[in-house]
């Protein structure tokens, strides 16, 4: 499933090729992490769920396997494409990568509840 678009997902290899290779490889543990933490919520909700991904994801955009020069790159981008608007560019970055990484098929067993509220509540690949 995927949830970026063609087009944002070919910008985001462009503008961030190493770090996506990392998120690549560490996405099977990521995973982990993130199914592991949700399984232990008493609530269970697709929002539940996304927030702790992007939790994750945010940590490891915050470590050396995400490429400072990259996001910045991303970061202006998402600048000048959103110059206009009241949109928080550091928030969106990490949606992005976060909604990249729920395409993985790790989270195949959770695509029913992702797809419903991503597609219901908001387009990120429209977006990106």
Do not use: W
């Amino acid at each position: 499933m995927e949830y970026l678009t063609n087009a944002a997902r070919e910008r985001l290899q462009i503008l961030c090729p190493r770090t996506l290779k990392n998120l690549d490889v560490d996405s099977p543990s990521l995973a982990e992490q993130i199914i592991s933490q949700y399984n232990n919520q008493e609530e269970k909700s697709a929002e539940k769920f996304i927030s702790i991904a992007t939790t994750i994801v945010a940590k490891f955009l915050l470590t050396d396997k995400a490429i400072d020069s990259e996001l910045d790159a991303l970061l202006a981008y998402l600048d000048s494409v959103f110059c206009d608007e009241p949109v928080n560019t550091v928030e969106l970055l990490i949606a992005i990568f976060t909604y990249y990484l729920l395409e993985k098929p790790q989270f195949d067993a959770y695509r029913h509840l992702l797809s419903s509220y991503i597609f219901e509540d908001l387009d990120l690949g429209e977006v990106a």
